[in-house]
């Protein structure tokens, strides 16, 4: 049986287990919430000014750091489109800039992606 995986799927996946390692960061070092402030600071006067995903990472990092973890690894909606704008993952203290490291979360969440695939009906399933 050939299983066609929908990228969009596994990149998602792949963000979630990445803010799963962050919050489990925060836990040791809720500082590193500040420095996700900064550096959405930093995005938004250099470029990214007015857009709604800057005011909505704002709101949730305002939160207590008990509520921003459980908010990273939300899987809803919008916490999926955050994701893709997170200021975590450029936020001095958070360093996922090893490949190697990157690589093997991107091949774990093909694997999830996989194994979720075939568990649905094959009409369901998403050619990438």
């Known amino acids: 049986m050939t299983i066609r995986l929908n990228q969009e799927h596994v990149n998602d996946t792949a963000k979630l287990m990445i ?5 489990r960061a925060i836990g040791r070092d809720p500082s ?19 857009y709604s995903f800057v005011s ?14 459980r908010r990273l690894t939300s899987r809803d909606e919008e916490m999926t489109r955050l994701r893709l ?10 360093d ?17 992606a996989v194994k979720s695939a075939a568990h649905e009906p094959a009409g369901a399933r998403i050619a990438a």
């Not at 550096?39 to 007015?50: F, Q, V």
């Not at 909505?56 to 973890?69: A, I, M, N, Q, T």
């Not at 704008?85 to 958070?94: C, E, L, Q, R, T």
Request: proline residues 5%.
């Open 96 to 112: 996922f800039s090893d490949v190697a490291l990157r690589r093997r979360i991107w091949q774990a969440a093909k694997r999830l």
């Open 19 to 23: 803010h799963r390692l962050i919050a």
């Open 85 to 94: 704008s997170s200021p975590f993952v450029i936020a001095d203290g958070i």
């Open 32 to 50: 590193l919430i500040d420095s996700a402030k900064i550096s959405l600071d930093r995005r938004a006067s250099d470029r990214y000014a007015g």
């Open 56 to 69: 909505e990472w704002d709101d949730l990092l305002r939160l207590p750091p008990s509520k921003v973890r």
